[in-house]
């Protein structure tokens, strides 16, 4: 069975580090894209960037590009979302999918999702 | 970059009755697109990939249709359990979501 298990809440002060990560299991770790998705109180879902971890491959959007880095530990299947400084605009839900992968190793649609880790930003 | 369009933002239906969601990009995404459900409090369930290929386990009053630019995600006889937020997202280039539509009970 698939699984992607996000680890906990968090509350954090402005300017603070943060990493958050995501465990998966179930298939092979390193032939998928795990992406990681933004959901703002209220609000959206927003697609910030994906990690092949294969080869440890990442692609941001140009929204979250400088601003979050993507990583993966191949070792323990587990993908990574980091902030070395936050701001109270990072306050949000965050989710870890995974991308199907097509034919020519593109990614495609998001078929299994973690179960959300709620970052809390406050001074 | 692609912007995805989705409308209504709200619709406004009553069990067993149809709804019609639609989503467009501002450019052609081929039939890279998905259509997603999210319930309050929970993690968004893939419905629809590839324009109109249902994902597994959805029941079969779930079709999408569309390519290029214009999209559609159908409910023939809504559920009690259909009421939530919807949201494509293309994965053409790069990948982005649409701004969601609340189907609610009417």
């Known amino acids: 069975e698939v699984q992607l298990v996000q680890s906990g809440a968090e509350v954090k002060k402005p300017g603070e580090f943060l990493k958050i990560s995501c465990e998966t299991s179930g298939y092979s770790f390193t032939t998928f894209w795990i992406a990681w998705v933004r959901q703002m109180p209220g609000k959206g879902l927003e697609w910030m960037g994906v990690?092949?971890?294969?080869?440890?491959?990442?692609r941001y959007s140009p929204s979250f590009q400088g601003q979050v880095t993507i990583s993966a530990a191949k070792s323990i299947s587990t993908a990574y979302l980091q902030w070395n400084s936050l701001r109270a605009s990072d306050t949000a839900m965050y989710y870890c999918?995974?991308?199907?992968?097509?034919?020519?190793?593109?990614?495609?649609?998001?078929?299994?999702w973690g179960q959300g880790a709620l970052v809390t930003v406050s001074s | 970059e692609i912007v995805m369009t989705q409308s209504p933002a709200t619709l406004s239906v009553s069990p067993g009755e149809r709804a019609t969601l639609s989503c467009r990009a501002s450019q052609s995404v081929n039939s890279n697109l998905a259509w997603y459900q999210q319930k309050p409090g929970r993690a968004p369930r893939l419905l629809i990939y590839a324009a109109s290929t249902r994902a597994t386990g959805i029941p079969g009053r779930f079709s999408g249709s569309g390519s290029g630019t214009e999209f559609t995600l159908t409910i023939s006889s809504l559920q009690s359990e259909d009421f939530a937020v919807y949201y494509c997202?293309?994965?053409?280039?790069?990948?982005?979501f649409g701004q969601g539509t609340k189907l609610e009970i009417k």
């Open positions: 999918a995974r991308h199907i992968v097509g034919g020519d190793g593109a990614y495609r649609h998001l078929d299994y």
């Open positions: 997202q293309q994965y053409n280039n790069w990948a982005a």
């Open positions: 990690i092949y971890p294969g080869d440890s491959g990442t």
